[in-house]
């Protein structure tokens, strides 16, 4: 069983995933996205790195652009170009993949996309963040039969580590929160 996490922006979905990798024993691959200094300014930018590895906030590592008042530019050849061998990477050698987020930017990524689903296909367990509003490829993954899609809410969000990290300890859990 593979977990997505989804909610409203700015909910404490990623610090959830950031706080299970904090607090995981298994080796953890995959990756997370970050947006850079200056998010909600005339312009800034979102970056794909490591999962395992501190955020990188540098040109390379760019994966869209925003800019106020005009739709997001994604650079699918990054999602491909990072995204992809972080995935490759995490198949081989991780005991937990992360994909901190899946969304719209990656419309145009097929390569990325299908690495992803190809995953989820697998044993190794999965903790992801996803858009709440399932579109095109989002909404396979939600409904892939080896994904639990978890609301994250202010009710549940301070408990929701624990409850992550206890489903990774338990290879038999079926459902998050219950067997």
């Known amino acids: 069983m593979h977990v997505f996490l989804t909610g409203t922006v700015q909910s404490g979905k990623s610090t959830a995933i950031l706080s299970v990798i904090r607090q995981a024993k298994e080796k953890v691959g995959g990756f997370c ?17 490591p999962a395992s590895g501190a955020p990188i906030f540098d040109e390379a590592h760019v994966v869209a652009r925003f800019q106020r008042g005009n739709p997001p530019h994604a650079i699918p050849s990054r999602f491909e170009s990072l995204g992809v061998p972080l995935l490759e990477e995490a ?11 899946c969304g719209r930017l990656e ?12 995953l989820l296909d697998g ?17 396979t993954i939600a409904q892939h039969p080896n ?3 978890v609301q ?10 624990a409850m992550l990290l206890a489903w990774l300890n338990a290879p038999t859990l079926t459902k998050l929160g219950g067997k």
């Open 147 to 149: 994904v639990q899609v």
């Open 107 to 118: 419309g145009e990524a097929t390569a990325f996309q299908n690495k992803v689903l190809e």
């Open 152 to 161: 994250l809410t202010q009710e549940n969000r301070d408990a929701l580590p």
């Open 123 to 139: 044993e190794t367990p999965v903790l992801g963040v996803i858009r709440r509003d399932f579109n095109d490829w989002t909404e």
């Open 91 to 101: 198949a081989e050698t991780a005991q937990l993949i992360i994909m901190d987020e």
């Open 33 to 49: 996205t970050a947006f850079g200094e200056g998010r909600g300014t005339a312009q800034w930018n979102l970056y794909l790195f």
